[in-house]
Each structure stands twice: as structure tokens, then as C-alpha cells.
């Protein structure tokens, strides 16, 4: 079964500055170490030959449905991750040229940005292990959808945290609901016992 690595939002208005500060109500060094062992997972991967993708948001007005622009605008959310600014920027990873970028304008699942899960059918991908932020946000709800087209799931703990849920609430939810198997980024990172199902993709998103 081929895996990719997929890491998710890990960009400066979660990861540092004011506008991560703001948002982010734990310690700035947990998102610093986030990002940091991230970085060293994407080393593992591609050194082991495995595919990294990217996937990054972006929050400007425009993208933003009714529902979002009412919430930010009730709850007086800033505007975060803008297209082109230094905000919206990788933090502490860079995608090589060969390696794929997804943008998801003004949404939390990766399921939702153009091309992504047919990239990953094309390619043959049938585990998909998640690092980034936040983990009950954009990773589970990337996660969620994932589990429901057949994906099976990683979530290296060390690589990811919450923002809205304790750490260890999420990761239980995760593990239990979708079966996804919980490790860190220097331990391996598929199963050892059994053989697993190959992940069944729809003719849709074949196409």
C-alpha cells in the first residue's frame, strides 16, 4: 500500500507572529515544536522515497461563504492566511518543485480543495498520514473525510496539536472513529500486525 505524508496549514498565521499568538491559547513553543518536528517528518519521508503533499488555506474575504464571513464577523475573527502575504507562507517546510500544493480557500477539509483527492487516487495512495494544525480542526476534518472514502489514517501526535480540544480528547476521538493509528514521527508509521484492505476509491474521483 502507498502512503503520502500530508502536511496540513503549516503556515505563519498558525505558527508564529501575532495573528498565531492571538489564536493559539497553549504555549508558542508547542507550535514551534510542531512545526520543527514536521520539518524533520518531511526530511523522513522524502529521504525514505515517500510522497509529501501540501496543503494550505487561504482566508480572504472573497473565498468566504455567508456562514464564515457571519461567524467571523459575530465573534470579530481577523483575516488570516492571505493570498500572497507573508501570513499565508509555509513555516519551517518548503515544497520542492516535484512536490504538490492543494489550496483551500475558506475551508478546513483538504477533500474540498481542487484536484486533491484525484491526485491521490491517480497515485495510488491507500494511507494517508497526517502532521500540521490544527489537529481538531483542518487535520480531523481532512481525516474524517479521508476515513469515509476508504483512506486509511496516521496522525504523528507530535507533529500536530488543538486548538478548541484537549490534545488527548481529539486523538482518542480519532483513533476510535476512524480507526486511525496514533504514533510520532521517529517511530514507525503503518501498522505492524496484519495486512490491511487496499483503500477503495470511487469511479468519481478516478476520473
Known amino acids: 500500500m502507498t502512503t503520502a505524508l500530508v502536511v496540513v496549514d503549516l503556515q505563519n498565521d498558525f505558527c508564529v507572529g501575532p495573528t498565531a499568538r492571538a489564536r493559539y491559547?497553549?504555549?508558542?513553543?508547542?507550535?514551534?515544536?510542531?512545526?520543527?518536528?514536521?520539518?524533520?517528518?518531511?526530511?523522513?519521508?522524502?529521504?525514505?522515497?515517500?510522497?509529501?503533499?501540501?496543503?494550505?488555506?487561504?482566508?480572504?474575504?472573497?473565498?468566504?461563504?455567508?456562514?464564515?464571513?457571519?461567524?467571523?464577523r459575530v465573534q470579530n475573527k481577523p483575516l488570516k492566511c492571505l493570498e500572497g502575504s507573508w501570513g499565508a507562507e509555509f513555516h519551517r517546510v518548503s515544497p520542492l518543485p516535484e512536490e504538490r500544493v492543494f489550496t483551500k480557500q475558506a475551508c478546513f477539509d483538504a477533500?474540498?480543495?481542487?484536484?486533491?483527492e484525484q491526485h491521490l487516487v491517480r497515485r495510488g495512495i491507500g494511507r494517508l498520514v497526517f502532521a500540521g494544525l490544527y489537529t481538531d480542526v483542518?487535520?480531523?476534518?481532512?481525516?474524517?473525510t479521508a476515513f469515509q472514502k476508504g483512506?486509511?489514517?496516521?496522525?504523528l501526535t507530535d507533529c500536530t496539536t488543538s486548538r478548541h480540544l484537549p490534545d488527548a480528547d481529539i486523538l482518542r476521538f480519532m483513533a476510535v472513529l476512524y480507526g486511525a493509528h496514533l504514533t510520532?514521527?521517529?517511530?514507525p508509521w503503518t501498522p505492524s500486525a496484519g495486512e490491511e484492505d487496499p483503500c477503495q476509491v470511487s469511479k468519481a474521483a478516478s476520473a
Open 25 to 72: 491559547s497553549g504555549a508558542p513553543a508547542t507550535l514551534e515544536a510542531v512545526a520543527t518536528n514536521t520539518a524533520l517528518a518531511v526530511d523522513q519521508a522524502r529521504a525514505r522515497g515517500m510522497e509529501v503533499v501540501f496543503v494550505r488555506f487561504v482566508g480572504d474575504a472573497g473565498h468566504q461563504g455567508p456562514s464564515w464571513r457571519r461567524r467571523d
Open 184 to 187: 510520532s514521527y521517529n517511530h
Open 111 to 116: 477533500f474540498l480543495s481542487a484536484g486533491f
Open 151 to 155: 483512506f486509511h489514517i496516521t496522525v
Open 138 to 144: 483542518c487535520v480531523d476534518s481532512t481525516a474524517r
